[in-house]
């Protein structure tokens, strides 16, 4: 079941950053396999992978970026010095 778990409302930034409102948070986003591990070392084993999954997500959407904030530059740079020729 997803978003199982309360959320408190807060006034402010620095409330969004406490834990009281961090751990639901994240428990929400947890997949089913997690939810239901039936012993520590399966919950432990699917959280490990879990963190890992989306480390690695957000690590290739940023270096997608990168790559592609490098690439426009580079052919920027080849207009701007081939319209000057």
């Known amino acids: 079941m997803r978003n ?3 959320v408190p409302r807060t006034l402010n930034r620095t409330g ?3 834990f009281s409102l961090a751990a639901p948070t994240l428990g929400n986003t947890f997949n089913q396999d997690l939810l239901n591990a039936t012993t520590l070392h399966n919950f432990k084993t699917q959280l490990r992978n879990y963190v890992i999954h989306k480390m690695f997500s957000t690590l290739t959407r940023t270096v ?12 920027e740079t080849f207009f701007a010095s081939w319209t000057l020729m």
């Open 64 to 75: 997608k970026w990168n790559v592609f904030s490098r690439l426009m530059s580079l052919i």
């Open 4 to 6: 199982s778990l309360d």
């Open 16 to 18: 969004d950053l406490a």
